[in-house]
C-alpha cells in the first residue's frame, strides 16, 4: 500500500517506523527542514548537545517511549530526580510567621515571595501555607487520584470543582488556581476533572532526558527510515489533499491511505475538499492555546538548585522557568546556564503578539526580582540577571483544551473518509500531550492500516 503521513514530529516518525515494518511504501510529508516537530532541538555551534525549544522531559512511566528506544537499539535515556518548587507570593503578614520555615532555595529573602518544594509528602507536611487539616485532606485526594482508575465522574465535573469539593477551598486557592490561570488562562474553568486525574497520575519524581537531546532519538528513527526507504520529504509544506476514485492526491501524487498527525485546525484548512462539512463543523469545536518558549543562556543560573519552578505568584507574569542546567549538566552546553520560561497565550494575546525583545523586557523587571531579591523587596538596582543569548520559539496549537465542549468533538483515528486516519496531539486525552503519547498514537494509528 502506497501511504502518506502527514507531519514529521514522533507521532508521524512512529507511525512510519511500523508501518515500513509492514513492507508499505511510505512517503512522511515534513514543513520544517528538521523532523521532530515540538520535540525537535536546535544547537549553536559552541553546545555538545541539541536542546529542545520547549523544555522536554520524561516521566519514568513513560513506557511507550522507553519501549520503541529499545526496540530500535537506542540506550541513551536516563532519569534523574532534580529539585522542582514553586515560588509564591505570601503577604507580609504571613511571611513574619513564616520566618523559621525553610526556604530550599534561600535566594528569595524578601518579604514577598517564598520558594517551597512539594514534591513528596514529607514535603507537604512541612509546607507552612496550608493548615494541618487542608494539608491531610490534600494528601488524601491526592493518593485517591494516584489509585484510582479514570472514573465516569471525573468527566462529569471540571478540575476546579472537583479540587474545590474534595481537597477544600483553601487547597485550591494555594496550590491549584494560579497554575490553571496561568497554563489555561480564559479556559482555566472549564478544564474537566480528568486532566487532573491524569496529570497526577503521571507524575513521577524521577525525570528522564535524552543524552545529546530528544533530537539525537529522533535522528535515529530517521536513520531507521532512511534504512527501510522510507521517502522522507523535509521541507515540504502540504497546502491540499484531494481525492481521487479510492485513493488520496498530495501534489499529483497519488496515495492509498493517509495519516494525519497535524494538529486539526492545520488539517480542517488543507484537507477541507475531501472532510464531510459536518465531521469539520465537529473538529473545529476543539479549542487550542498556543506555546511561547522563551530560552535564555547566561552565565549564573537564576535558580541556584530547582530544576522546574511554577510560579504562583500571581503578579509575575510568567507559567514556569526551568533551569535545565540543574537538570542536566552545563557542560553539554558550552559551561553556560539554560533557562526557559514558558507560556501559553491565545491567538490575540499581547504575549503572542510581542517579538523576542518585547518579551525580554516585559518579564526583565520579573527575572531580576526572581534573581536577586533585595532584602526589601525593591527591586535591586543595578543588579540584573544577565543573559550572554537568547532565542524565541512560539508553536501554534500546543495545548488542546480538554472541556465538556472537546468530550463531544474529539477527533479518533477513523474519520467518515475511508482510508484517511487521524493521530493527533488532542487525542492523548485524558493525558497532557508529551513524546511518549506521541509514540503511543503512531504506533495505534499503524495497526489501523
Ligand atoms: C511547551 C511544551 C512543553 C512540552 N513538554 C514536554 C515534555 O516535557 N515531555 C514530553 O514528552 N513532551 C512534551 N511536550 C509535547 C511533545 O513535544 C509533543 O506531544 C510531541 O512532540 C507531539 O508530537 P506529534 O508528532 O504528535 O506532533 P508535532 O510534533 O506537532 O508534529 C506535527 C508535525 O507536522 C508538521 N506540519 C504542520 N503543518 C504541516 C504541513 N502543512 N505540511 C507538512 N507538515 C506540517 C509540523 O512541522 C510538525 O513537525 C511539550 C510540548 C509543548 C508545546
Request: aromatic fraction near 14%; charged fraction near 25%; charge should be positive.
Amino acid at each position: 500500500m502506497k501511504i502518506a503521513i502527514l507531519g514529521g514530529g514522533l507521532t508521524g516518525l512512529t507511525a512510519a517506523y511500523y508501518l515500513s515494518k509492514k513492507k508499505h511504501q511510505i512517503t512522511v510529508f515534513e514543513k520544517e527542514k528538521i523532523l521532530g516537530g515540538m520535540a525537535a532541538g536546535f544547537k549553536t555551534k559552541n553546545w555538545d548537545w541539541h536542546l529542545e525549544k520547549t523544555v522536554h522531559h520524561l516521566f519514568a512511566n513513560d513506557r511507550e517511549i522507553l519501549n520503541l528506544a529499545k526496540e530500535i537499539g537506542f540506550n541513551k535515556i536516563f532519569f534523574r530526580a532534580p529539585e522542582t518548587a514553586s515560588l509564591y507570593q505570601i503577604s507580609k503578614t504571613s511571611f513574619d510567621k513564616l520566618k523559621t520555615a525553610s526556604k530550599i532555595e534561600g535566594q528569595i529573602k524578601n518579604k514577598k515571595y517564598s520558594i517551597y518544594t512539594l514534591a513528596s509528602p514529607r514535603d507537604l507536611l512541612k509546607f507552612p501555607l496550608l493548615s494541618w487539616k487542608d494539608k491531610l485532606n490534600a494528601g488524601l485526594v491526592l493518593a485517591f487520584l494516584k489509585l484510582s482508575p479514570p472514573l465516569k465522574l471525573f468527566e462529569a465535573t471540571t478540575a476546579e470543582k472537583f479540587l474545590v469539593k474534595f481537597m477544600g477551598k483553601n487547597n485550591w486557592e494555594v496550590l491549584w488556581q494560579e497554575l490553571f490561570r496561568k497554563k489555561f488562562g480564559k479556559y482555566a474553568g472549564n478544564i474537566l476533572a480528568s486532566f487532573i486525574w491524569a496529570r497526577v497520575k503521571k507524575r513521577t519524581k524521577k525525570l528522564g532526558y535524552i543524552a545529546g537531546g530528544f533530537q539525537n532519538l529522533i535522528n535515529h528513527i530517521e536513520e531507521k527510515l532512511i534504512n527501510s526507504k522510507v521517502n522522507l520529504l523535509k521541507g515540504y509544506e502540504i497546502k491540499r489533499i484531494e481525492k481521487k476514485e479510492d485513493g488520496f492526491i498530495i501534489d499529483g501524487e497519488v496515495f492509498n491511505a493517509v495519516i494525519s498527525t497535524l494538529p486539526t485546525p492545520i488539517l480542517i484548512q488543507i484537507a477541507k475538499q475531501i472532510l464531510p462539512k459536518a465531521f469539520i463543523s465537529r473538529l473545529s469545536k476543539v479549542q487550542f492555546l498556543h506555546a511561547i518558549s522563551l530560552v535564555i543562556e547566561s552565565e549564573k543560573p537564576i535558580f541556584n538548585k530547582t530544576y522546574w519552578m511554577n510560579i504562583l505568584a500571581r503578579e509575575i507574569p510568567i507559567m514556569g522557568l526551568f533551569q535545565q542546567t540543574n537538570f542536566i549538566d552545563k557542560i553539554n552546553y558550552d559551561n553556560k546556564h539554560i533557562l526557559y520560561c514558558g507560556w501559553y497565550t491565545t491567538e490575540n494575546d499581547k504575549l503572542w503578539l510581542m517579538g523576542k525583545d518585547e518579551i525580554i523586557d516585559y518579564i526583565s523587571p520579573y527575572l531580576n526580582k526572581i534573581s536577586n531579591p533585595s532584602p526589601r523587596g525593591r527591586l535591586p538596582l543595578g543588579r540584573k540577571f544577565k543573559f550572554t543569548n537568547s532565542w524565541l520559539f512560539k508553536i501554534r496549537f500546543a495545548q488542546p483544551i480538554f472541556d465538556k465542549e472537546f468530550l463531544k468533538n474529539k477527533p479518533e483515528f477513523i474519520t467518515p473518509v475511508k482510508n484517511f486516519y487521524l493521530a493527533t496531539l488532542d487525542m492523548t486525552y485524558p493525558y497532557d500531550r508529551g513524546t511518549n503519547f506521541a509514540v503511543k498514537l503512531g504506533k495505534e494509528a499503524a495497526v489501523m492500516i
